[in-house]
Each structure stands twice: as C-alpha cells, then as structure tokens.
C-alpha cells in the first residue's frame, strides 16, 4: 500500500468541514492540508495561502497545463485546483493529507489514488442545516434555499460514490473523535504499518 494516508473530507457548506480538517491537521504532527488554488478573488477575511492561492486566470492555466492539478473544476465561473505536490509531499513523509473538497474533486483524487480515503461530513438533519445557515446570518433566504438543494445533491453523489466513512457533525467534539477515530484505523490498515523484520 502506498505510503502516507491521503483523506477527503466532503460537506454540504455549514456543517462544520473545514474546522475539523484544520483542528485534525493541528492534531497531528507533520500532516499536510492542502489549500486549493481559485481565480475567484478573496472574500471577506480570507486570507492569500490559508484559505486559498489566489490566482490568476493565467497563471492557473499555466499550471494546469504544467500538471500542477490532481482535479480542476469550474464553479460559478472560477477555476478551482488541487495541487498533486501536495499528495507527493505525503507520500514521501509517510505523513497525513487532508483534503477539503467537494465530492466530484474527491472523486478524481480517488480514480487516480485507489487508497484515498473519503469521509463525508454530515448535518444531524437538513432542518438542523438550515438552522445553522440562518443562525450565522450571513446570506438571504434564497441564498440559503440554494445551499439546501446542493446539500441534497452533494449527500446522494457522496452515497452513491460510496464514500467510506459517514461523520454527523451534531457536536463537534464527538464529530472530531470520530475522525481522529478514522485516522488512527487507516493507520493501522494492513500494509501502512512498517513491522519489525521478524515479524514480516
């Protein structure tokens, strides 16, 4: 088995994703998260290099055609990309690699590295959702209608990839022991494991 352990995590918005994938890279030394490339222009706080690269349409041409993308996808009109050093940086450390992405995104990852492990990030409820989305108050009533139907539509691409692990996030402590949970299993999965020579 290859080495490193490459893991999606997969999310309708407002579940929480990206607070436990940074909180699980923080948690384990020397594990990589990787932060995606966009053309989109910053939003609010974020920042260049923690949210995303920001870049431009050029330059990300430049470096989808350099190969510098595991998967690419447009959205709403902006490139997005994974970057594959990120997946070779885990392979040669041996180390954890966590990917914040969509389903189709993970997808790709997973046609391309067959052990890549993908857990979707759930709402105890689509009503529990939507009462996250307006509790931060942050868009319309139509925005959230929106963000609903792609919740719907993202959970069936998940179920229907087969997503291998299923976390409901109805409270983050015991949401993050199930992924450090998830972790701690891959890492003792038959073949990542280096065994003393006698015993191999």
């Not at 932060?35 to 910053?42: D, F, L």
């Not at 997973?110 to 959702?129: F, G, M, N, Y």
């Not at 719907?152 to 993050?176: M, T």
């Not at 199930?178 to 299993?185: K, N, Y």
């Amino acid at each position: 088995m290859p080495s490193g352990i490459l893991l999606i995590l997969s999310a309708p918005s407002g579940t929480g994703k990206t607070t436990l994938a940074r909180r699980l890279c923080a948690s384990n030394a020397g594990s990589i998260f990787s932060i995606s490339y966009t053309t989109r222009a910053p939003r609010g706080a974020e920042c260049d290099g923690i949210d995303y690269h920001f870049v431009s349409p050029a330059r990300f041409d430049e470096m989808a055609a350099a190969g510098a993308f595991v998967e690419s996808a447009q959205v709403h009109g902006h490139q997005y990309g994974t970057p594959r050093e990120v997946i070779e940086r885990a392979r040669q450390s041996g180390q954890l690699a966590v990917f914040d992405i969509d389903v189709q995104g993970g997808e790709a990852i997973k046609q391309q590295h067959p052990d890549t492990v993908r857990a979707l990030i759930l709402p105890p409820s689509l009503a529990e959702l939507e009462r996250r989305l307006r509790a931060r108050s942050t868009d319309d009533d139509a925005t959230i209608r929106r963000r609903l139907h792609v919740a719907r539509i993202e959970i069936r691409l998940a179920r229907a990839a087969g997503y291998e692990y299923w976390v409901v996030n109805e409270e983050i402590e015991r949401a993050y022991a199930d992924l450090e949970a998830i972790v701690r299993a891959e890492k003792c999965r038959a073949g990542r494991r280096a065994l003393a020579a006698d015993l191999g």
